[in-house]
């Protein structure tokens, strides 16, 4: 950022040396450390490279060097400070400081690979630095996450940014967004020393998105907030509203007299079209800094960012619970080690779901600060995930918000192809799109199989899809988001594929999955294996139990058309062969009847009886073969129809077209109605 104030929550000393101003004269080394000591870093730098362009000594040649780039690099001019600090290694080789914060800025403007070979080249100085590999490794990292792919489209809001810093967006209402700015035409116009820029101001600007098209959004020109009220001769900024948009807090730095040492967050009201005259909220005291302010959607949970005691170091985010019955925030609460760091965690943001979103550099990333987000509450929070690029990038990220749906947002970035210093940046999701794919295949030959069947049944249809494999053997669907899906395939010529199962839960990003499908061919030599369907002794009817098999294999023959089979039928050995051949035979045509009932062709049937020349124990009644008496269940073994596929080469009669209705007078046909049906006329 190049508002360093930001991190530091925009505080300075309250009393400012101008350039021009009284005091040590300007170019000299004593104005350059007063200015600095003041963290006046653009009144600094310049004195520092006067001193630098005419001394003739050369410690204080080398310490304005290295200090130029010390003010460029707090001013967040990455570009800037990595010229100097490379002026301050080439002077001053022994100088790790110099060559770490090289490394630093050009991490800072996504040049990893040079920025690992300076890591590097820090640790033949200090090898000890742990901190050093981590930094190799966010490298590392955004170099693999830069070949990833992602949902994220991200784009610079021209209409709202300027030449200066812009960042700390806050959704309100439907159609405003309200942010801070320390472009020129603020409350004061003063400049501010840190940055050279002018003090910050809450800022707010009316949308209109285009209904055909939610991406094409048209903004107005910013205003000013009500600079009587929310807006004070100093820094303001950071806005966050309740969910009824009737109370906003924010943080104000100085006070509204310019007295206070530190920053804090303030509370205003909506009354009317005006917002009333703001107060500090109480545990924000004045012995450390506190602001960026988030609430939860019932109001009743602030998370913040403070340096106040009791953190892990820098700034830490902590949250406050409010009382209903004393109307007062209770005593701030650290989040605790999952979520800060020894860097600065800043700019949280409560997503209405209970996600958080903060900014960081104490963790490993791509850049100085990068967005992370991690869900839990209170102290209890899961490890911090990096939004990764394009949201992230070399330099520093901070301040999102998201919509309801988390499709979209904005957050602030100085990174390459901003049109000011920090700038705002929208971020949208492309749509996940799902797709299935693959080939049917004979599992022996590993030939295509064209015109293959495949039914897919998902978690998220009620019904289910019936899809054709083309000439390549090749099918294609979509899916939707969150779904289980079952599939396999079918064709006339083959048993089915097994079951397979793809899902799209889980997958953040677009995916095209791939599943293929191997179906086994028909073994005309085996017997259909069809079990169940038996008769009463001496009766031929078709029982209900045999039904419900028979019906099965009705389904089947309907689902493979070219199949041709026997049904060969059965009987015990009791009574003499004669009359069990025709029992049998009688059987074998019963089951025919009822398939051809249900409407096979009967050319596609063969009724067979086999009398009791195919028993399936050793109950037989005459001859040597009779071996024991056999019970009646015994016996009802074998009264049976068993089922064989005869092959697959049925050819379906073509059907007859219906001969058209003809004029009994003229005896020419009769033309059919639009719409309707021939029919004969009246006689």
Known sequence: MKNSKLISFLLASVTIIYLYSCGAQKGSMQAAREALEKK???VAGENYKAVYSKTKNKDEKNEACFQ?????????????????????????????????KLAETIKNQGRYTEAIIEYN????????????????????????????????????????????????????????????????????GRPYGWTGNFYTDVYKVSFKVDKKNPNAIKY??????????????YND?????????????????????????????????????????????????????????????????????????????????????????????????????????????????IHEDGTLYFSSNGFVGLGGMDIYYSTGSATDWSTPINMKSPI?????????????????GLFASNREGSKGQDDIWRFYMNPLVFTLSGVARDIKTKQILPNTFITLTTSTDTGKLVVKTDAAGAYKVSLKAKTDVELFGAHEDYYDSKIAFQTTKGLEVSTDLYQ????????????????????????????????????????????YPKIRIELGSHTDCRADSAYNENLSQRRADSAVAYIVRGGIDSARLVARG??????????????????????????????????????????????????????????????????????????
């Open 68 to 100: 130029t780039a010390e003010c460029y690099f707090m001013a967040n001019d990455m570009k800037n400070a990595e010229g100097w600090y490379k002026k301050t290694v080439k002077a001053d080789p022994k100088n790790a400081e110099a060559q770490y």
């Open 516 to 559: 293929d499908l191997d179906l086994n061919p028909f073994n005309y030599e085996d017997v259909f294996r069809v079990e169940g369907i038996y008769y009463d002794l001496d009766k031929a009817n078709i029982r209900a139990d045999a039904a419900k098999v028979l019906d099965s294999l009705l389904l089947t023959l309907k689902k």
């Open 610 to 683: 086999y009398g009791e020349s195919r028993l399936v124990n050793d109950c037989a009644c005459e001859g040597s073969y009779v071996k024991r008496q056999c019970t009646e269940e015994e016996h009802q073994m074998n009264r049976r129809t068993t089922v064989r596929l005869l092959g697959n080469d049925y050819k379906p009669k073509p059907k007859e077209e219906p001969k058209p209705a003809v004029d009994p007078k003229t005896g020419k046909p009769i033309a059919p109605k639009p719409g309707g049906t021939t029919t004969p006329p009246k006689r």
């Open 237 to 349: 900024g950071s806005v966050a509203f309740d969910s009824k948009g009737g109370v906003m807090y924010f943080t104000q730095c100085n006070g509204k007299d310019g007295k206070s040492n530190h920053c804090r967050i303030w509370m205003a009201t909506l009354s009317g079209q005006d917002w009333t005259e703001p107060t500090p909220l109480e545990f924000s005291s004045d012995s450390f800094n506190t602001g960026h302010p988030s609430l939860t959607k019932d109001n009743q949970v602030m998370y913040f960012s403070s340096d106040m005691p009791g953190g892990y170091g820098g700034k830490d985010i902590w949250f406050v619970t409010y009382s209903k019955r004393s109307k007062t925030w209770g005593d701030p609460v650290n989040l605790g080690p999952t979520i800060n760091t020894d860097g600065d965690e800043v700019y949280p943001f």
């Open 220 to 233: 107005d020109v910013p205003v000013l907030v009500d600079k009587d009220k929310v807006n004070s001769p």
């Open 392 to 408: 992230n990038s070399g330099g520093d990220d901070f301040s999102v918000i998201l919509s309801k749906d988390k499709e979209s």
């Open 40 to 42: 006046e870093y653009a």
């Open 121 to 188: 080249n820090y640790k033949k100085l200090i090898a000890s630095n742990p901190k050093i590999d981590e930094r190799i490794k966010g490298c590392e990292l955004a170099l693999k996450w830069k070949n990833e792919k992602t949902r994220y489209n991200v784009e610079n809001l021209k209409a709202i940014n300027s030449k200066w810093s812009d960042f700390s967006p806050m959704y309100y209402k439907k159609d405003q967004i309200y942010f801070t700015s320390d472009r020129e035409k603020g409350v004061t």
